[in-house]
């Protein structure tokens, strides 16, 4: 499909997801986040498609965030069930998320990379959670994924303050996991995208699943103990996956995955 404010390409298993606003900084109105609202749930449903790649047009922004001059101008706001960006709401999504965060990932834009499995960062990618200098407060997920990610103490630091924090400040921090150069972005992001689709998706789906709901277990022994009920587990045990594995280790050849 033909979309306005983003764009779509398919290579294999992976779909990538370009957010077309640069004029703006790739910041989002209600029509954007409806769009992407839109592809995310295409992606979610398509069986053939097992990793999503996001990333903002151009090499000045992955995302403003919030555009607040369609907001300052009396633009009707509003944000899809989904939420910003079609992601920082849509906890059911068991395929991995990548962002390829391109310079500036501000406010909203830093709540869709962190609403992401992984952030693969060019070394001009800049991170904040500015709202409270306009008034406002990072509520995209952003005050409770980051506390989640970096601990307490660390994220205090950056909400409070609403500081800028550098590509590589941000791999310190732990919610960077690689610094590449901007020529180099999008190749690295592949390799990771590559590498995930590698290995079966209906394991990678089980262990997202495992992993995002055990966090919010309130202990280890729960999480482990309750993981037998989780959908993508027993959806694992039941995939053709689980003897082609095997059997391909055995042979020595790649596997023939299935979705």
């Given at each position: 499909?033909?979309?306005?404010?983003?764009?779509?390409?398919?290579?294999?298993?992976?779909?990538?997801?370009?957010?077309?606003?640069?004029?703006?900084?790739?910041?989002?109105?209600?029509?954007?986040?409806?769009?992407?609202?839109?592809?995310?749930?295409?992606?979610?449903?398509?069986?053939?498609?097992?990793?999503?790649?996001?990333?903002?047009?151009g090499d000045r922004a992955f995302s403003a965030g919030n555009d607040l001059k369609y907001q300052a101008s009396g633009?009707?706001?509003?944000?899809?069930?989904?939420?910003?960006?079609?992601?920082?709401?849509?906890?059911?999504?068991?395929?991995?998320?990548?962002?390829?965060?391109?310079?500036?990932?501000?406010?909203?834009?830093?709540?869709?990379?962190?609403?992401?499995?992984?952030?693969?960062?060019?070394?001009?990618?800049?991170?904040?959670?500015?709202?409270?200098?306009?008034?406002?407060?990072?509520?995209?997920?952003?005050?409770?994924?980051?506390?989640?990610?970096?601990?307490?103490?660390?994220?205090?630091?950056?909400?409070?303050?609403?500081?800028?924090?550098?590509?590589?400040?941000?791999?310190?921090?732990?919610?960077?996991?690689?610094?590449?150069?901007?020529?180099?972005l999008l190749t690295r992001v592949q390799a990771w995208a590559d590498m995930i689709v590698d290995c079966s998706p209906?394991?990678?789906?089980?262990?997202?699943?495992?992993?995002?709901?055990?966090?919010?277990?309130?202990?280890?022994?729960?999480?482990?103990?309750?993981?037998?009920?989780?959908?993508?587990?027993?959806?694992?045990?039941?995939?053709?996956?689980?003897?082609?594995?095997?059997?391909?280790?055995?042979?020595?050849?790649?596997?023939?995955?299935?979705?």
């Amino acid at each position: 499909m033909s979309y306005e404010f983003c764009s779509t390409q398919i290579e294999g298993r992976v779909l990538t997801v370009t957010i077309n606003r640069p004029e703006a900084m790739n910041a989002l109105h209600p029509p954007a986040n409806a769009e992407l609202a839109e592809v995310f749930d295409g992606f979610a449903a398509n069986p053939d498609l097992w990793v999503a790649i996001i990333t903002g047009s151009g090499d000045r922004a992955f995302s403003a965030g919030n555009d607040l001059k369609y907001q300052a101008s009396g633009g009707k706001m509003y944000v899809p069930d989904s939420g910003f960006a079609g992601l920082t709401s849509r906890f059911d999504l068991t395929k991995p998320v990548i962002a390829a965060v391109n310079g500036i990932a501000m406010g909203g834009g830093f709540e869709i990379a962190l609403a992401c499995d992984l952030i693969i960062a060019s070394e001009n990618a800049v991170f904040a959670l500015p709202e409270p200098k306009v008034g406002l407060a990072a509520l995209a997920g952003g005050l409770h994924r980051l506390p989640r990610q970096i601990g307490q103490k660390q994220a205090m630091g950056m909400i409070l303050t609403g500081r800028r924090v550098g590509a590589e400040e941000g791999k310190t921090l732990g919610f960077v996991n690689e610094v590449t150069t901007p020529a180099e972005l999008l190749t690295r992001v592949q390799a990771w995208a590559d590498m995930i689709v590698d290995c079966s998706p209906t394991s990678i789906r089980a262990s997202k699943e495992a992993v995002y709901r055990g966090l919010d277990e309130p202990t280890l022994e729960a999480a482990y103990r309750g993981q037998s009920k989780y959908g993508e587990i027993n959806a694992m045990f039941k995939s053709p996956n689980m003897i082609e594995g095997p059997m391909a280790f055995a042979q020595k050849r790649k596997p023939q995955w299935t979705g």
